[in-house]
């Protein structure tokens, strides 16, 4: 299994807690607005939980996904 972090920007409202929390799973792009920069978060689902859990707006999803391997 693999796990994908994906951001809503519709409901993201660019506080940063991610970013601040978790800085090995997101950044922060030029205008202010996280970015997600592992493609598998899986090594660092704890993290991913944690960051998911920590967001105001709720606009951090986990998503578990087949590994392409098999």
């Known amino acids: 299994m693999s796990l ?7 409901r993201c409202t660019g506080h940063g807690r991610c ?3 978790e800085p090995e799973l997101f950044d ?3 205008d202010g607005w996280p970015i997600v920069l592992v ?3 899986e090594p660092l689902r704890e993290r991913a939980v ?3 859990d920590n967001c105001p ?4 999803t986990l998503h ?3 590994s392409a391997d098999r």
């Open 19 to 21: 970013y601040m929390l």
């Open 57 to 60: 707006e709720r606009a951090i």
């Open 64 to 66: 578990e996904e087949a």
């Open 50 to 52: 944690h960051a998911a």
């Open 4 to 10: 994908r972090i994906e951001i809503d920007r519709g």
């Open 39 to 41: 493609t598998d978060a």
């Open 28 to 30: 922060v792009d030029d």
